[in-house]
Structure formats: C-alpha cells, structure tokens
C-alpha cells in the first residue's frame, strides 16, 4: 500500500445505514457516486474501506506529472495568468501546424 495519506478530509457524512451485499458480495452505492468514474480502493485491517476518486491521465500528458520542474512551471504561470499577471503578446495562429 502506498505510504501517502489517503484521507485528505476528515468530515464524513453517513450515505446509507445498515447496507448488505448481494450474492455476489456487491454493494450499491447509488447516489454516493456523483460523476466520478474510476476509483482506488484502500482496506485497512478492520475492514473499513475508503473510496478515494481518481482520474486517468492520457499517456501522452502522463510526462508533465513525471517532470517536477515542468509542472512547477505550469503551475506557476497559472497561478500568474489568474493573478492577473499576464500580457497579451498578440495571435500566434501563424504558427500552429494542424
């Protein structure tokens, strides 16, 4: 198991009581899901669980998460663009290769 904290918030809210598995040992989660498609699963030795929701990252994005300087860059410019940190350098379509 990773060694990272998975609980980011601490403010859990009951969904369902007292919810059973079918024969095939599924539970419904119904309205606990909202629009999230993908998750990890973690167990701890009680046998709590705790969904945490994940989305998948193209492989052809994948190397920006890989490069810790690259990241901080993109961060950085747009954390400086919502700062109101930025100039219009005019249109760079003439550029562009489709």
Known sequence: MPTFVVIKNDDFQLISEF???DAKKRLSLGEALSGVTAYNIYRNSLGQLILDPV???????MWLYENPQALASVKRGLRESAEGKSAYRGSFAKHARE
């Open 19 to 21: 919810v059973q598995p």
């Open 55 to 61: 989305k998948a990252v193209p492989a052809s994005e």
